[in-house]
């Protein structure tokens, strides 16, 4: 791992993408033993959430690697959260797991982060790099969640909102609304995964919040079947959100990533 990466004061930052595409990454790595942990937050999120501290917490009690980043447009990153489609944070989050990951890595996606994590491990099978997969903890995962929980269930005023203006500004519950753009649904069909098998060639475990109103356990259930059926486990939190953000929901994260190794 560069050791100029440092979890502490500033991030480092590196550079994604090329000419006008090109976007200020950035980055907080923590030195330790492997395997290293790699944190792929979810949707409008940045690497100092409750769960991303909490990881990176424990990496530092276990003297383990840890890795965190902001999609561009997210956080710290440079670049407009408009202006983000599925394919762009997919090459930022390979672009800073082959750059900055040495050895084996334990992939935590949450939400969003989760179908970043399923599409990280298929590339990863296409193009080994010098890290490789440890294994997936995946919370509350929302893969394919442009077509499915959202374009599946917008109404037709919305729909007809993103393709004649090519962005809608949708309520949200934390905070303010934001944009979903005509290039992030169409981009996200070239990256579905529930229409077929998905390989990730390492353990997964998924956790999921019986309560989620913005993933539901479903989902979950739908991804599971996707997956090769060895050393998957679905817990299902009966009074879990989507967030699972409660102590008792990082003490389950937690367990899932020390079960990796």
Known sequence: MNQALETAGPPAFIEVGAGHSSRRIAVRAREGSPPGLFWLGGFNSDMKGTKALALEDWAAECGRACVRFDYSGHGESGGRFADGTIGRWL???????????????????????????????????????????????????????????????????????????????????????YPITRALIEDG?????????????????ILQGAQDPDVPWQHAFALTHRLPADDVVLTVIQDGDHRLSRPQDIARMLAAVGEMG
Request: aromatic share 6%; hydrophobic share 45%; with cysteine.
């Open 91 to 177: 090459e930022e989050s390979v672009a800073v797991f082959r750059q900055v990951c040495r050895g084996p890595q334990v992939v935590i996606g949450s939400s969003m982060g989760g179908w970043m994590a399923l599409l990280l491990a298929r590339e990863l099978l296409r193009q080994p790099a010098e890290a490789t997969l440890a294994g997936l903890v995946l919370i509350a995962p929302a893969p394919d969640f442009t077509e499915e929980l959202m374009w599946k269930g917008f109404s037709p005023e919305i729909r007809q909102e993103i393709e004649t203006k090519g962005v809608w500004m949708r309520p949200s519950e934390y905070g303010e609304p």
């Open 189 to 205: 069909r070239k990256h579905l995964l529930l229409g077929g098998a998905i390989n990730v060639g390492c353990p997964v475990r």
